[in-house]
Nanobody
């Protein structure tokens, strides 16, 4: 079984920065990771994709975070990061890490979520 552990959330003032981390552990042997990404869910809203990094190196970002957020990955550590700059109150949400892969069958794993609050 694969687990994702997120860290780095917290309270930050508008215009500030945070870096989220998501480390994958457990039974990764035999699983080909095809993507790692970040989603978020604000109160009363649906979960939305924030950024995704695919195994080939391609990325996609939510339009509202382009130019402010950067997703990256340390393959040796099976860790994905989300650097968030110029944060806005509307970025406030629970951020979830997601891993997609293929083993004997398709694999999808979610982290427990980390709260990001942007407020003065």
């Amino acid at each position: 079984q694969v687990q994702l552990v997120e860290s780095g959330g917290g309270l930050v003032q508008p215009g500030g920065s945070l870096r989220l981390s998501c480390a994958a552990s457990g039974r990764l042997f035999g699983i080909s990771i095809t993507s790692m990404g970040w989603y978020r869910q604000a109160p009363g809203k649906e979960r939305e994709l924030v950024a995704v990094l695919r195994s080939g190196g391609s990325t996609n970002y939510l339009d509202s975070v382009k130019g402010r957020f950067t997703i990256s990955r340390d393959n040796a550590k099976n860790t994905v990061y989300l650097q968030m700059n110029s944060l806005k109150p509307e970025d406030t949400a629970v951020y979830y890490c997601n891993l997609g892969g293929v083993g004997n069958s398709p694999v999808e794993v979610w982290g427990q979520g980390t709260l990001v609050t942007v407020s003065s």
